[in-house]
């Protein structure tokens, strides 16, 4: 399959698969879960879910993969967390932030495989 092929195909996946939870695997063999939130011909937008009991951590590739509240390395906009006001404990009365913001070059992507909500 050619390198344009293949690029078209996965924005195609991802495209039909709006809003739908996905795994995304990336180049350098690591990996990511979270929703689709958008989509263009450059960029795969994705919100990974935090989960509050687990500690930050770093894998090595093939494993699952997510850097909580600094963007994917090398990918997007480091450290963009939604702005002031989501983060735990600021504010009155305002929930815990729930996901990370990723944006993912389509370049970068070699697969993505949707998952099941439960």
């Known amino acids: 399959m050619s390198h ?3 690029r078209q195909h996965i924005y195609d996946v991802c495209r039909d698969h709006i809003h739908a939870y996905v795994l995304v695997e990336l180049e ?3 990996s990511i879960d979270g929703i689709i939130t958008g ?6 937008y994705l919100a990974a879910p935090i989960d ?7 894998h090595q590739a093939g494993s699952h993969h997510r850097q909580y509240g600094y ?5 997007g906009d480091p450290g963009y967390r ?3 006001g989501y983060g735990p404990g600021y504010g009155y009365g305002y ?3 729930r996901f990370n913001r990723f944006v993912l070059p389509l370049a970068g992507l070699t697969s993505i495989s949707v998952l099941p909500w439960y």
């Open 71 to 75: 963007g994917y390395p090398g990918y």
């Open 4 to 6: 344009q092929h293949h």
């Open 39 to 44: 989509l263009d011909h450059e960029s795969l």
């Open 28 to 30: 350098d063999g690591s």
């Open 95 to 97: 929930p815990p932030q």
């Open 52 to 58: 509050l009991h687990e500690q930050p951590s770093h």
């Open 82 to 84: 939604g702005g002031p």
